[in-house]
C-alpha cells in the first residue's frame, strides 16, 4: 500500500523569502504525485501533479516541485513567498484503481507567513 | 459555471443517529469522490463513483455507504453515527473516464459534521 509522509508540521517563513515543503512517498510502482492546497474553510485546489517526464513540474501560483525517484520525495518550492500563500499544504500519492486512481495523503503541513 | 457544491455546510448530529451529505459535481463531470477529513490530518478516501457505479472503496466500516444518482450528484450515508465521524466531509468530481485516470480532480468546500 501506497504512503505519504509529511515530516514538517508547521513551516513558517517571512514574506519574500523562498520556501520548500517536503514530501516522502513510499509506493512498489511508479507513482503519480500531487500537491494539493487547502485555505481555511476551503476545499481543496490542485496546485500541481507529476506522471511521468520531466522530473521537475511547474504548476500554479509559481509553485513547482522536484520528482527524485532515488529519494521517493517530491518537494514543493515556491522562490519567493507571498502572504496570501498562508494556508495548509498536502501531498498525496496516486495508485490506479480500476481506470481509476486513489491518492492517499500525507498529513499536511501548515504554512505561516511572516509580514 | 458552478464549482462542486455540498450541502449542507454545517451539521451537528448526536451520537446514534443517521446523517446524509450531499454533493453536485460540476457540469459534465460523472465521477464524484468522497473524503473524510479529521482535524489536523489529511484527507482520507472513502468512496468514488463513476457513472453510477462504486469505483473504489477506502477502509472505512460498513456504516458508511453511498450512491450517485442518473444527474451524477452524490449521496453519502453514515448511519449509527460515532463521535469519531466528526470531521470535514469532501466530494470532489472529475470527468475521468475508464482510462483516463490522470484527470483533475475539484473538491468542494465541504460538510463539517460534529457528532455531540
Known amino acids: 500500500a501506497q504512503s505519504v509522509t509529511q515530516p514538517d508540521i508547521h513551516i513558517t517563513v517571512s514574506e519574500g523569502a523562498s520556501l520548500e515543503l517536503r514530501c516522502n512517498y513510499s509506493?512498489?510502482?511508479?507513482?503519480?504525485l500531487f500537491w494539493y492546497v487547502q485555505s481555511p474553510g476551503q476545499g481543496l485546489q490542485l496546485l500541481l501533479k507529476y506522471f511521468s517526464g520531466d522530473t521537475l513540474v511547474q504548476g500554479i501560483k509559481g509553485f513547482e516541485a522536484e520528482f527524485k525517484r532515488s529519494q521517493s520525495s517530491f518537494n514543493l518550492r515556491k522562490p519567493s513567498v507571498h502572504w496570501s500563500d498562508a494556508a495548509e499544504y498536502f501531498c498525496?500519492?496516486?495508485?490506479?484503481?480500476?481506470?481509476?486512481?486513489?491518492?492517499?495523503f500525507g498529513r499536511g503541513t501548515s504554512l505561516i507567513v511572516h509580514p | 459555471d458552478a464549482g462542486v457544491t455540498q450541502s449542507p455546510t454545517h451539521l451537528i448530529k448526536t451520537r446514534g443517529q443517521h446523517v446524509t451529505l450531499r454533493c453536485s459535481p460540476i457540469?459534465?463531470?460523472?465521477?464524484v469522490s468522497w473524503y473524510q477529513q479529521v482535524l489536523g490530518q489529511g484527507p482520507q478516501f472513502i468512496f468514488q463513483?463513476?457513472?453510477?457505479?462504486?469505483?473504489g472503496r477506502g477502509n472505512f466500516p460498513d456504516r458508511f455507504s453511498a450512491r450517485q444518482f442518473p444527474n451524477y450528484s452524490s449521496e453519502l450515508n453514515v448511519n449509527a453515527l460515532l463521535l469519531g465521524d466528526s470531521a470535514l466531509y469532501l466530494c470532489?468530481?472529475?470527468?475521468?473516464?475508464?482510462?483516463?485516470?490522470?484527470?483533475?480532480?475539484?473538491f468542494g468546500q465541504g460538510t463539517r459534521l460534529t457528532v455531540v
Open positions: 470532489a468530481s472529475s470527468n475521468q473516464g475508464l482510462s483516463g485516470w490522470n484527470t483533475e480532480a475539484f
Open positions: 463513483y463513476y457513472e453510477k457505479e462504486e469505483r
Open positions: 457540469s459534465g463531470h460523472k465521477s
Open positions: 509506493y512498489g510502482a511508479t507513482p503519480y
Open positions: 498525496a500519492v496516486g495508485a490506479p484503481t480500476g481506470g481509476s486512481y486513489i491518492p492517499t
